[in-house]
């Protein structure tokens, strides 16, 4: 592996980010087809949303490595790193390497496309054209996915370190300069009652709305 100390790289937000829009965006995907879980791809779509929404921000104000000017890589570097990976001589990040950079970028993107356009399907706004955008905006997002975790596997066995574990632990072996000193524990923490107190409250009140919504689908049949 990289020589160094097991030092602290990714701060307590940022991983609690990075899992909880994986659960939301994997949720709200499983349940797109389903008329009966409606409800669990609403809150998850308006989870997503609110997640990226933080990201956005932390992504100014955050710890070293989350800030969006530590992964900003001109197209020149990006090319040149996707090259030094088929050279097998990739170079080392401490942070989100070039490839990484790009999938984070463009999850982002995609997920706040996916994340509007699906506010105004459920809104009843924009007809089917945009629930077709919806739909294609959501498959690019899953393609991006699906990079990213290939890049992340190549990244990991060529890098000799774990960066799924390191997404966990926050942990990468660096130099003691390289490190970050301040998890901001408690940011985290309140970022994960927050989300889990809307799903609670948003199911609360699916409950109580749950018998219109049946009124509402038996309407929207008889019109068919």
């Known amino acids: 592996s990289i020589m160094g100390q097991r030092m602290l790289v990714w701060d307590v937000p940022t991983r609690v980010f990075h899992w909880l829009l994986v659960v939301s965006f994997a949720g709200a ?28 921000v932390w992504g100014f104000v955050g710890t070293r490595y989350a800030l969006f000017r530590s992964f900003c890589f001109k197209p020149c570097e990006i090319k040149d790193y996707v090259a030094s990976l088929l050279k097998s001589k990739p170079k ?14 463009a999850l982002l993107a995609l997920g706040i496309a996916s994340g509007v356009t699906g506010v105004l399907v459920f809104e009843e706004v924009g007809g089917d054209m945009l629930e077709e955008a919806h739909d294609l905006v959501s498959y690019a997002m899953l393609g991006v996915v699906g990079l990213h975790v290939v890049g992340v596997l190549i990244s990991s066995v060529m890098h000799r370190e774990n960066l799924v574990r390191s997404m966990i632990t926050g942990f990468k072996s660096v130099q003691p300069n390289q490190a970050i000193n301040r998890a901001h524990v408690w940011l985290g923490v309140i970022m994960f009652v927050a989300v889990i107190a809307f799903w609670i409250g948003y199911s609360a009140t699916g409950l109580v709305g749950s018998n219109s919504g049946v009124k509402n689908t038996q309407q929207h049949s008889n019109d068919d």
């Open 29 to 56: 995907f499983l349940t797109a087809e389903s008329e009966r879980y409606r409800d669990i791809h609403v809150v998850l779509g308006y989870t997503l949303l609110g997640l990226i929404v933080f990201r956005l």
């Open 92 to 105: 080392h990040y401490v942070g989100h390497n070039p490839a990484g950079s790009v999938a984070v970028f």
